[in-house]
């Protein structure tokens, strides 16, 4: 979808990735809903875009009972492109890690994202109109000592992902799955800190297996993947091959599973 004159709601956008899908969004011409807990830099990032911003503790399933609703409201105007960015790294081993921290992890990483969806959609298909964006992880795939919950509320993110799209097939509602390497934010300094997680990070860049790259490169390339109705990004590119080994089954069931009903 061309974002020229779209609604594009962002989560997630008081800093890092998702601070820079909304500010490449609104450079190429859309109108921006700007989501994450209440805070100045929300506020600052919002009037700097001349966007909207969207209070939220996206932890709180209460809270984001109607967000969608209450965007749409806010902007007179209904969401055409979902992108839900907002995450917590949580680096503690599992050894470590308290329940409150592995429940706000879950729900942060994985249950608002597919609440969001789950909001979103009917709208969406009885415009015959829309893009969901997922931003998982390249830990969707990967999984190393001290990323338990993380690694594992990102599988399941790309896992859901991977059946919306399939439901989706027909509706005219378009999907992007991003599953970025490391990218130089708040979230990549906690890992790098952490002995564990950062450890298994380390490794990763010196195999040459991914490489460190900029909030803004990744923006770019989920930006670029949404106007041309791409279906899958992974920042770096090199990435691409540690994941098949993750897509394979999914492809191959998809294949199976063609000419099975939809919508
Ligand atoms: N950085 C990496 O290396 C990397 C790699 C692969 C994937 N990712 C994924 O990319 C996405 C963005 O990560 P990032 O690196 O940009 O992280 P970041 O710099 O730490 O930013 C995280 C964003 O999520 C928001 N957020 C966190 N908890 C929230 C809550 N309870 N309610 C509402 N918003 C909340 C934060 O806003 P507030 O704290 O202001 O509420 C912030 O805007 C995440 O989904 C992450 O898993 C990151």
């Not at 597919?114 to 979103?120: G, K, N, P």
């Not at 799209?165 to 979230?187: F, Y």
């Not at 041309?228 to 691409?240: G, K, L, Q």
């Not at 897509?247 to 063609?258: E, G, K, M, S």
Request: net charge neutral.
């Amino acid at each position: 979808m061309k974002l020229s004159g779209v609604h594009v709601l962002v989560t997630g956008a008081s800093r890092g990735i998702g601070s820079c899908i909304a500010e490449g969004a609104t450079a190429r011409g859309a109108d921006l809903t700007l989501v994450a807990r209440p805070s100045d830099a929300l506020t600052l990032r919002a009037k700097a875009l001349e966007a909207r911003e969207l209070p939220c503790d996206l932890a709180d399933p209460g809270e984001r009972a109607d967000l969608l609703a209450r965007a749409e409201q806010d902007a007179g105007r209904p969401v055409d492109v979902l992108v839900n960015c907002a995450g917590v790294d949580g680096v503690d081993g599992m050894l470590d890690v308290t329940a409150e921290a592995m429940r706000r992890l879950y729900e942060v990483n994985l249950l608002a994202p597919a609440e969001l969806v789950r909001q979103a959609l009917p709208g969406m298909v009885a415009r015959r109109r829309g893009h969901l964006v997922t931003v998982s992880s390249g830990f969707s795939t990967v999984i190393g000592a001290g990323m338990t919950p993380y690694a594992s509320s990102k599988a399941g993110l790309s896992h859901f992902h991977a059946g919306v799209r399939l439901e989706l097939q027909g509706t005219g509602v378009r999907t992007t799955l991003v599953e970025p390497g490391p990218v130089r934010t708040e979230m990549y300094d906690d890992i790098e800190a952490d002995g564990l997680a950062g450890a298994v990070m380390d490794r990763f860049l010196k195999l040459r297996l991914t490489r460190l790259m900029t909030p803004q490169e990744v923006a770019q390339q989920v930006l670029d993947g949404v106007e041309a109705d791409r279906e899958h990004v992974v920042p770096p590119r090199r990435m691409t091959p540690v994941l098949v080994f993750d897509w394979l089954p999914r492809r191959v069931a998809q294949l199976v599973l063609t000419g099975t009903p939809r919508r």
